[in-house]
């Protein structure tokens, strides 16, 4: 994912800001021009950029910030909070609520990945025990029915359609309304994805939203659409209204930084992202976690969620225990290292842990990450306890980092490497100290 790219570029224009003897305008304008180059080659639209830049010059006034002022920590803040705003339109979207019926249309260019979000979407309400369905109202693409079909069969969600009716506005008030009488929690209504023109298929999109009266409409778009994504997102706008946007291919190598664009387009938020062609990779948007991760800050809340959902009910005391006591040991960075490699795809869980930025674990080359998460275990293998367990990394001094290379057939600058990281790990995981951790009811509220 190149957003993760651009998260690496925009870090280091702020460390190499925080590095600078003196923070002047000189200074924040270099910061700037970097974080702008990062951004329009993410895609993200020029506008968007050039208004970015002038917000934050506006909050960041050399002239009137007194000498006391923290200018890093401010222009910081000022970075983080212009990319949220810039993904956050201001007005949640439409939320749906279990045991009441809503209904969903979703739209999209054809291959931006609808049909498979629509599903992605039923499924993901579905495991959290309502009671969903789906409607094929596309009825200009031969196979549409099918897909459908075949994706709503396998996920064993009730689905309505038909082979031989041509009038998607029919077949969506028709399926609407059976699922009504069925007191479905939610009534996912996919619409066609394209026409001989396009001004029939937004001329439909039109008559399927007016007869079906959506209380949400979702627009789909594959982040792979790179500058065009304003444009597309506002045609859609124009024609329906857009409350909220799913973006889908962030797994691939997409640039991503179109979501951006799309949601300044639609002023709807972004609400899920699919991350993969199957059902369950896709996830919630949030967006203070979203930059989060993104400038290498990490995502507790998406952290504690994966804890909960992969961490064995038994263990997960003692890991939320050791975490918000913020004391941090190398031999609970070495339990650290054994239970996210429990949690599946390593690369996801690293990029929710404060720290784990994209030195140790580089966003797109986590098997890269992962190899050195285990060299380091290694290492912590020919440790002695009272190393293992200090929590003052100066006893850590040459002749320990010797016998520990040798033990572990590495060299030394690999494990002043490891040390280098542990260091910069306890210090961030240490202000974790009184961590709030989240219950499994504030996590079913995600
Ligand atoms: P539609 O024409 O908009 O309904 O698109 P489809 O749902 O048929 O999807 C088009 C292709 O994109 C299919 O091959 C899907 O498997 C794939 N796809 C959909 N979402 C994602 C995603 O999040 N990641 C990846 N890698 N592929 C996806």
């Keep these: ?77 000022a970075i983080f909070n212009e990319l949220c705003n810039m993904l956050d339109p201001g007005k949640p979207s439409f939320t749906p609520k279990k045991g009441r019926t809503s209904v969903i249309m979703f739209v999209g260019l054809q291959g931006s990945g609808k049909t498979t979000t629509c599903t992605k979407y039923a499924y993901y309400h579905q495991k959290k025990g309502w009671k969903p369905s789906l409607v094929c109202a596309d009825t200009f693409r031969a196979g549409a029915f099918d897909q459908l079909k075949q994706n709503a069969t396998k996920a064993k969600i009730p689905f309505y359609g038909s082979y031989t009716e041509s009038d998607p506005v029919k077949i969506a008030v028709e399926g609407v309304e059976t699922f009504k009488k069925e007191n479905c929690d939610l009534i996912i209504v996919d619409t066609s994805g394209r026409h001989k023109q396009e001004a029939t298929l937004f001329e439909e999109m039109r008559q399927v939203s007016e007869a079906t009266k959506p209380d949400l409409i979702v627009f789909v778009m ?33 640039k991503g930084g179109g979501a951006l664009s799309a949601v300044a387009a639609t002023k709807s938020p972004v609400i899920f992202i699919g991350t993969g062609e199957h059902m ?55 339990e650290h290292f054994q239970s996210i490699q429990k949690m599946g795809p390593i690369g996801k869980v690293c990029s929710m842990l404060p720290g784990f930025s994209s030195e140790l674990m580089p966003k797109g080359r986590e098997e890269e990450g992962q190899a050195k998460i285990k060299r380091y275990m290694t290492m912590m293998d020919s440790m002695t306890n009272e190393e293992l367990d200090s929590a003052n990394p100066k006893i850590m001094n040459e002749s320990r980092s010797m016998r520990i290379a040798r033990g572990s057939g590495c060299n030394v600058t690999e494990v002043m490497e490891m040390l280098e990281d542990y260091k910069g790990l306890a210090k961030i995981w240490s202000k974790m100290k009184g961590l709030k951790i989240p219950t499994r009811c504030d996590m079913n509220m995600r």
Excluded at 31 to 57: P, T
Excluded at 228 to 235: C, H, K, N, S, V
Excluded at 237 to 244: F, I
Excluded at 294 to 318: A, T
């Design 1 to 77: 994912m190149v957003l993760a790219q651009l998260g690496g570029t925009i870090t280091r224009a702020i460390r190499q800001m925080s590095k600078a003897t003196i923070v002047d305008e000189k200074v924040l304008n270099q910061c700037l021009n970097d974080i702008n180059r990062a951004l329009l080659n993410a895609d993200v639209q020029f506008q968007l950029v050039r208004n970015m830049q002038n917000n934050i010059k506006r909050i960041v006034n050399f002239d009137d910030l007194a000498a006391g002022h923290n200018k890093r920590r401010i222009i910081q803040q």
């Design 222 to 254: 594959d982040s792979s659409i790179g500058q065009a994504a304003f444009d597309q997102a506002l045609a859609f706008k124009q024609s329906v209204p857009v409350g909220a946007v799913i973006v889908t291919k962030m797994d691939g190598h997409a």
């Design 280 to 334: 369950d990779e896709f996830e919630v948007f949030d967006v203070k976690p979203f930059v989060s991760r993104l400038l290498g800050m990490g995502d507790l809340s998406g952290l504690m969620y994966k804890i909960h959902e992969v961490v064995p009910k038994d263990q997960q005391p003692e890991l939320l225990q050791k975490l918000s006591e913020g004391n941090i040991t190398l031999r609970i960075m070495y």
